[in-house]
T-cell receptor
Framework: DSGVTQTPKHLITATGQRVTLRCSPRSGDLSVYWYQQSLDQGLQFLIQYYNGEERAKGNILERFSAQQFPDLHSELNLSSLELGDSALYFC???????????FGPGTRLLVL | GQQLNQSPQSMFIQEGEDVSMNCTSSSIFNTWLWYKQDPGEGPVLLIALYKAGELTSNGRLTAQFGITRKDSFLNISASIPSDVGIYFCAGPNSNSGYALNFGKGTSLLVTP
């Protein structure tokens, strides 16, 4: 158990819908990263937050957004969902940006 | 981004055999990480390497940080069935909040 929690574990929704994925980092970790894992693209970085502030962006679509709250948990919002958004979404946390990242169990999203 | 190339793509071995896999990059990394992912789970950190030439062990696993800082190797000795999974190398991108660039993974199957 990495100490990073993610909910829900599974999510099934329809195209055009909006969903919110939640992540609680390890106790004491200030940095949260979101990654998407699909069969064809592998593990891809989406976005990073550090102590409530957006720090870096990767291959994140404009339909996706995230935030980190004062209690340091983070949410990833996916809107206008398309079939191709079906993937595993992972959250990872670290004490500081340059420190080792620990991954949560992921949320498996299926868009029908 | 910085590309990481892992090889082999997959391995099918017998229990008790030793395994070797490697990861190369077109760019220099200051840290190399090796993760293992079981089906439907998040990546679990196996070994972290922080210095060129460093050789680090974790039980039956040994990893090395290449002298050129553009490659890393992971060896598993005396493999057992629970070693089955996908092994990923990763390196933090300091230009992107230290988000991880991942290789495509090496899929390991171990037969009893």
């Amino acid at each position: 158990d990495s100490g990073v929690t993610q909910t829900p574990k599974h999510l099934i929704t329809a195209t055009g819908q909006r969903v919110t994925l939640r992540c609680s980092p390890r106790s004491g970790d200030l940095s949260v990263y979101w990654y998407q894992q699909s069969l064809d693209q592998g593990l891809q970085f989406l976005i990073q937050y550090y102590n409530g502030e957006e720090r870096a962006k990767g291959n994140i679509l404009e339909r996706f957004s995230a935030q980190q709250f004062p209690d340091l948990h983070s949410e990833l919002n996916l809107s206008s969902l398309e079939l191709g958004d079906s993937a595993l979404y992972f959250c990872a946390s670290s004490v500081a940006a340059e420190e080792t990242q620990y991954f949560g169990p992921g949320t498996r999203l299926l868009v029908l | 981004g910085q590309q990481l190339n892992q090889s082999p793509q997959s391995m099918f071995i017998q229990e008790g055999e030793d395994v070797s896999m490697n990861c190369t990059s077109s760019s220099i990394f200051n840290t190399w990480l090796w993760y293992k992912q079981d089906p439907g789970e998040g990546p679990v950190l196996l070994i972290a390497l922080y210095k060129a030439g460093e050789l680090t062990s974790n039980g039956r696993l040994t990893a090395q940080f290449g002298i050129t800082r553009k490659d890393s190797f992971l060896n598993i000795s005396a493999s057992i069935p629970s070693d089955v999974g996908i092994y990923f190398c990763a390196g933090p991108n300091s230009n992107s909040g230290y988000a991880l660039n991942f290789g495509k993974g090496t899929s390991l199957l171990v037969t009893p």
